[in-house]
Structure formats: C-alpha cells, structure tokens
C-alpha cells in the first residue's frame, strides 16, 4: 500500500478548512484511508539516516496517509483534496476535457522500439502554472506512479519536457548505446548511453533502473525534429528539455512494455493537473512504425449499470436507489437512477481506472455508506464450523513452550536468500524455496524454508537484552513440491533458540523432550535422535529427530560462521521440527 506524505498547512488550505489530527483521522477513514503518522521532514529524515540529517530541514506538518494500491487517483495532493471534497459534497465530480487538433504533436515510433519498449502514448498540458508547490507534487506523482503501477519502470516509464525548447513531430527509437549522446538531466557534458550507465551503477536511486535495458543491444530513446534527445526511457530526461517552475507547456511521453498501463499511467498525471492549465489537454498522434496512428489521451467515459437491488443485498443494506446514486457520486461516479427498471448508470471517469467491475462500486457504495453504519445481520447460512486440527495443536504447543520458560516471536514469511542459504553454510541452488519474481527489497526475495534464521535475526535486534535469551515461534515455512497442485506447500514447525553463556543444548534438548511428552511420543521408544551432519550446527554437536522413520527436524549447537553471519556473539543451540506428522 502506497503512503503519500502531504503538507498539513497545503492540504488544510485546499480543503478550506483546519482540522484537528483526530478529525481528520476520522475523515480519512470515512474515506477508506488511514492517516498513517503526523511528522515533519526533519524526523523523517533523523529516523531514517541518523540525527545529523536533520540539520537545516524544514519542520511544517507532514501527514502520511496509506492509500489503496489502486487509487492511483490519490497519490498526489491535488487527487486526494478533490476526493475528499466531492465526498463531502462540497464539489461536484469533475469533468475531463481533450481539444483535438489537426495540426497536434506527434510521436513516431519507429519498427527498432519492438525489440525493448514496443509501445508509446503522449500528451501536451498547454498553458500550465505552475507554483513551487504543484510543481513538487507533479514531480512527487511521477514517483508515487513509477514505484506503483510502473512496477519501477519495468512496466512503463515517464517523461516529462518543456515543449517551447524543443520542436515536433518527435521519434521514439531504439539504438545501439554507442550511437546514443547526449546531456543528461542535472549532467555537465554530453555522454554517450555506455558512459551514462557506468556514471549511474553507483547512483543511489538511478541504479536500480539499470537493469531494465542494461543487456539489450540496443537502448530506447525519444529525440525531436532536430535530434535532441528528450530522455533515455526508463533511465534519464535529457537535461535540454527539463521542466521549471517557469514551464507553461509540458509534453509528456510513457513508454512501455504494456500499453494498458501506459494510458492509465498518461490519463492519471492529466486528469491530476489539467485544472492547472489555462487550455484544454490536448491530444497527441502517436504513429506506430506501420504508419497508423491513435490519438492519445483517450481520457474516456465509460457507462456501467448495476442493480440496486443486488447493491443493497451484497453490502447488506436496504436504501433506495436515490441513495445509492447520491453515494456513488461522492465517490468521484456520476450517477442516475432509473427507478422503472431498478438500475443505476454509473459514468466511470478516466481518473477511476481502479474501476473494473460491479464489485468495485458496492465497495464504493459501501465506503459512502460508512462500514460501521452497516447494520449487523445473523449468518443465514448453517455451518458446522470447528478449529482445525493443526490451528489446535499449535495453540496448545505455543501455551506450552511459554511455561517453558521461552518468549514467542513471529517474524516475517519472507526473508533474502541468503537467510536460507549461504548463511547456514549451504547454497540457493540446494534450498527448495519459492522466489519472489518482483521483490521490493533485498531482505524480501524467498519465502523461508526454515524458521531459524528469523529467530537469530530478533536476537541480533535484541543482543542488549540480559542474557540468556530464549525464543521460540511455530509458524509455516513454505517448500516447493511439484507433487503440489501450487508447485509449493505450506509446513507448520516449531523452532526455538538458546542464547547464553554457554550453547545450553541440554536446555533446548529439554523442550523438546518436553514437547514429546505433551504429544505422547515418549523418548526413546517413540522418537529418537540420530547423530546427523548440517552446516548449519556445529560438527559432532547436531543431531536429527526421528520419528519412527521419518526425520522431522534437527537439533544442536549452531555453528560459529553461522552465528557470525546473524551478527550474533554468544553462542546458541536450536531445535526445529515438522509438526505435521503429530496430526
């Protein structure tokens, strides 16, 4: 869920009115958001690199409010201000207009883009103003966009230019990066496509981007009638035509590998900033390489029709169709009622691309409505519902191994490869996890496969705390098994960590005795331990858990590399086992 950090002076002064922070708490739940935390820039800057960053920065009221990933209509202060003033009726939805014009700007897109970014929208914002302001907030929803529907600019990337320094019609090409040169943005000589990726591997947000077309044989770049180069997608602008404060025509381009998001992404930033124009947007032919062309922005109204009737029941409310239709338009949904035939007619505005189908207006309907004002209802349905074995037996243990002496922690199902791997002395390739394809950080790139690394990771949070420290969680850890209709399952375990002066393995050996005891698998007749070698523990001083036949888990003295990789000092013994065979 994306947060978005707004001035309380600016945002109170758009709403024309003050708030307390608890009036306007409410007024965003009401709105279906969450005012996430009250700060200024100076802490946000100490919290996140240390109290000297503070220095010199500016202390006005910051609001961070959470928004649903897809509201892309309210990433920006200009979008949130006028949702929340058309749910409080104080404004009506608005309406988007496009001027259409013979001789408009175009962009050409030649047959060499289909081998990296095959697709290409645009637009012109004509006669904008901008203030420092709005022109902070244009930029800011450029990067709301990119981390959000963009995915990081693999699936589309945004340029905007100043068109009075540069002239159309504009090519979109693919070259090789050799014959690519030109000044990047805030850059003081002309470098060629090899050079500018070199200077940016070390850039703090830059290099992240890099990967996207770093291989290709050949680089995406848009030049104008005269070859200069307005940006390199998805890396850098040209620094020739870089917007201002002083900027009164913007052209604005998206390149993509999906051109669904590409218009959703153009008709968000021009719905945004189309009332700071002193003209009406106007639309851009964009030639694809077989000479045909689309006019773009669409900015389309489409109609969907829903019935009241199955509005009120799915939300579980009994209003009239007058209602429903008065709570659809606070919602930025234009709507009319038609009693005769029991329907409402929804216009859809190209702002509400969240929009997909019926579902998604009785959620609006509902979030007008207010979700505590729904009344309460008995289950109509008869059940014969009962806990699950396993949710059962964890409840049991979890009671247990707290008498026992030992604190429960619950860590993140995700964690970085090399949690599973390389720090508990064996590969990736040897791990059977499940990989995220677009992780968001480093720290969240597999699904665990084991508990124990999350437990060291909290006593390396928590080496301050007198010692020992003794942990324990049972959760899933999640495996790959193409038996698995997913390729993948879930296994529930239990593990827990002793970290003191000395290893203690007769304390964790305790527990799990203690554990056998309570499951009625008496030592050694039902279970036993077998000497075992993993390079997680230390030699001679690990042992495996049989049951029966099968080996459920493991139990030892952790080896010295691995408590160096966890940043930990003293030393510690584990125990982790499978507890799906006890059902």
Same mark, same amino acid.
């Given at each position: 869920?994306?947060?978005?950090?707004?001035?309380?002076?600016?945002?109170?002064?758009?709403?024309?009115?003050?708030?307390?922070?608890?009036?306007?708490?409410?007024?965003?739940?009401?709105?279906?958001?969450?005012?996430?935390?009250?700060?200024?820039?100076?802490?946000?800057?100490?919290?996140?690199?240390?109290?000297?960053?503070?220095?010199?920065?500016?202390?006005?009221?910051?609001?961070?409010?959470?928004?649903?990933?897809?509201?892309?209509?309210?990433?920006?202060?200009?979008?949130?201000?006028?949702?929340?003033?058309?749910?409080?009726?104080?404004?009506?939805?608005?309406?988007? *207009?496009?001027?259409?014009?013979?001789?408009?700007?175009?962009?050409?897109?030649?047959?060499?883009?289909?081998?990296?970014?095959?697709?290409?929208?645009?637009?012109?914002?004509?006669?904008?103003?901008?203030?420092?302001?709005?022109?902070?907030?244009?930029?800011?929803?450029?990067?709301? *966009?990119?981390?959000?529907? =963009?995915?990081?600019?693999?699936?589309?990337?945004?340029?905007?230019?100043?068109?009075?320094?540069?002239?159309?019609?504009?090519?979109?090409?693919?070259?090789?990066?050799?014959?690519?040169?030109?000044?990047?943005?805030?850059?003081?000589?002309?470098?060629?496509?090899?050079?500018?990726?070199?200077?940016?591997?070390?850039?703090?947000?830059?290099?992240?981007?890099?990967?996207?077309?770093?291989?290709?044989?050949?680089?995406?770049?848009?030049?104008?009638?005269?070859?200069?180069?307005?940006?390199?997608?998805?890396?850098?602008?040209?620094?020739?035509?870089?917007?201002?404060?002083?900027?009164?025509?913007?052209?604005?381009?998206?390149?993509?590998?999906?051109?669904?998001?590409?218009?959703?992404?153009?008709?968000?930033?021009?719905?945004?900033?189309?009332?700071?124009?002193?003209?009406?947007?106007?639309?851009?032919?964009?030639?694809?390489?077989?000479?045909?062309?689309?006019?773009?922005?669409?900015?389309?109204?489409?109609?969907?029709?829903?019935?009241?009737?199955?509005?009120?029941?799915?939300?579980?409310?009994?209003?009239?169709?007058?209602?429903?239709?008065?709570?659809?338009?606070?919602?930025?949904?234009?709507?009319?009622?038609?009693?005769?035939?029991?329907?409402?007619?929804?216009?859809?505005?190209?702002?509400?691309?969240?929009?997909?189908?019926?579902?998604?207006?009785?959620?609006?309907?509902?979030?007008?409505?207010?979700?505590?004002?729904?009344?309460?209802?008995?289950?109509?349905?008869?059940?014969?519902?009962?806990?699950?074995?396993?949710?059962?037996?964890?409840?049991?243990?979890?009671?247990?191994?707290?008498?026992?002496?030992?604190?429960?922690?619950?860590?993140?199902?995700?964690?970085?490869?090399?949690?599973?791997?390389?720090?508990?002395?064996?590969?990736?390739?040897?791990?059977?996890?499940?990989?995220?394809?677009?992780?968001?950080?480093?720290?969240?790139?597999?699904?665990?496969?084991?508990?124990?690394?999350?437990?060291?990771?909290?006593?390396?949070?928590?080496?301050?705390?007198?010692?020992?420290?003794?942990?324990?969680?049972?959760?899933?850890?999640?495996?790959?098994?193409?038996?698995?209709?997913?390729?993948?399952?879930?296994?529930?375990?239990? =593990?827990?960590?002793?970290?003191?002066?000395?290893?203690?393995?007769?304390?964790?050996?305790?527990?799990?005795?203690?554990?056998?005891? *309570?499951?009625?698998?008496?030592?050694?007749?039902?279970?036993?331990?077998?000497?075992?070698?993993?390079?997680?523990?230390?030699?001679?001083?690990?042992?495996?858990?049989?049951?029966?036949?099968?080996?459920?888990?493991?139990?030892?003295?952790?080896?010295?590399?691995?408590?160096?990789?966890?940043?930990?000092?003293?030393?510690?013994?584990?125990?982790?086992?499978?507890?799906?065979?006890?059902?």
């Amino acid at each position: 869920m994306p947060t978005i950090s707004v001035k309380r002076d600016s945002l109170f002064a758009a709403l024309g009115k003050t708030y307390t922070d608890d009036e306007f708490q409410n007024l965003c739940f009401e709105f279906g958001l969450e005012l996430d935390e009250v700060t200024t820039e100076k802490q946000m800057l100490m919290k996140e690199q240390g109290d000297q960053a503070g220095a010199g920065v500016s202390e006005e009221i910051l609001y961070r409010i959470d928004i649903p990933a897809n509201r892309y209509d309210l990433l920006c202060l200009e979008g949130l201000v006028n949702g929340l003033l058309v749910f409080q009726k104080k404004k009506e939805p608005p309406q988007y *207009l496009v001027t259409k014009y013979e001789d408009c700007h175009s962009l050409h897109l030649t047959p060499s883009t289909a081998q990296i970014r095959p697709y290409a929208v645009a637009a012109v914002l004509k006669g904008i103003h901008f203030t420092k302001e709005s022109y902070d907030s244009f930029i800011d929803l450029q990067d709301k *966009l990119h981390q959000n529907i =963009c995915r990081k600019r693999t699936l589309v990337a945004i340029g905007t230019h100043d068109l009075d320094t540069v002239q159309g019609p504009f090519v979109y090409d693919a070259l090789p990066p050799s014959e690519i040169k030109f000044k990047a943005l805030n850059q003081q000589k002309e470098m060629t496509a090899t050079e500018l990726m070199e200077l940016y591997s070390s850039h703090a947000q830059l290099k992240q981007y890099l990967g996207i077309i770093r291989d290709s044989a050949v680089y995406p770049v848009i030049k104008d009638k005269n070859g200069v180069v307005l940006s390199m997608p998805p890396i850098i602008n040209g620094d020739h035509s870089k917007i201002t404060l002083n900027t009164k025509n913007v052209f604005i381009e998206c390149t993509a590998t999906d051109l669904t998001k590409a218009k959703v992404v153009l008709d968000t930033i021009v719905c945004m900033f189309a009332p700071y124009c002193a003209h009406a947007v106007q639309q851009c032919k964009v030639y694809a390489p077989d000479g045909t062309y689309e006019l773009y922005p669409k900015l389309e109204t489409r109609e969907e029709t829903i019935s009241v009737d199955k509005a009120n029941n799915y939300i579980g409310i009994s209003e009239s169709g007058d209602k429903l239709a008065a709570l659809l338009s606070c919602m930025c949904l234009k709507t009319k009622h038609e009693p005769e035939r029991g329907l409402l007619h929804v216009s859809v505005p190209p702002s509400r691309h969240d929009v997909i189908h019926a579902c998604d207006l009785y959620e609006d309907i509902a979030i007008a409505y207010g979700y505590n004002s729904i009344p309460r209802r008995a289950l109509a349905v008869s059940t014969a519902g009962a806990q699950a074995a396993l949710g059962r037996l964890t409840e049991q243990l979890r009671r247990e191994c707290a008498h026992a002496g030992y604190t429960e922690a619950l860590t993140f199902t995700l964690c970085s490869r090399e949690d599973i791997s390389t720090k508990l002395g064996i590969g990736i390739e040897q791990t059977p996890a499940v990989h995220v394809s677009n992780p968001k950080t480093l720290e969240f790139q597999v699904v665990r496969t084991r508990l124990l690394p999350g437990l060291l990771k909290t006593l390396a949070a928590n080496r301050r705390m007198p010692l020992p420290l003794k942990l324990f969680e049972i959760s899933d850890v999640v495996l790959q098994d193409p038996t698995a209709e997913t390729g993948a399952r879930n296994e529930r375990r239990l =593990c827990a960590v002793y970290c003191g002066k000395s290893a203690g393995f007769q304390f964790v050996h305790g527990l799990l005795d203690r554990v056998m005891l *309570l499951l009625r698998v008496p030592h050694p007749r039902g279970y036993r331990l077998r000497p075992e070698q993993d390079p997680a523990y230390f030699p001679g001083r690990c042992a495996a858990v049989v049951l029966g036949s099968e080996v459920i888990g493991r139990v030892g003295v952790l080896h010295p590399s691995v408590l160096a990789a966890f940043d930990l000092s003293n030393p510690c013994s584990a125990v982790e086992i499978n507890l799906e065979p006890f059902l």
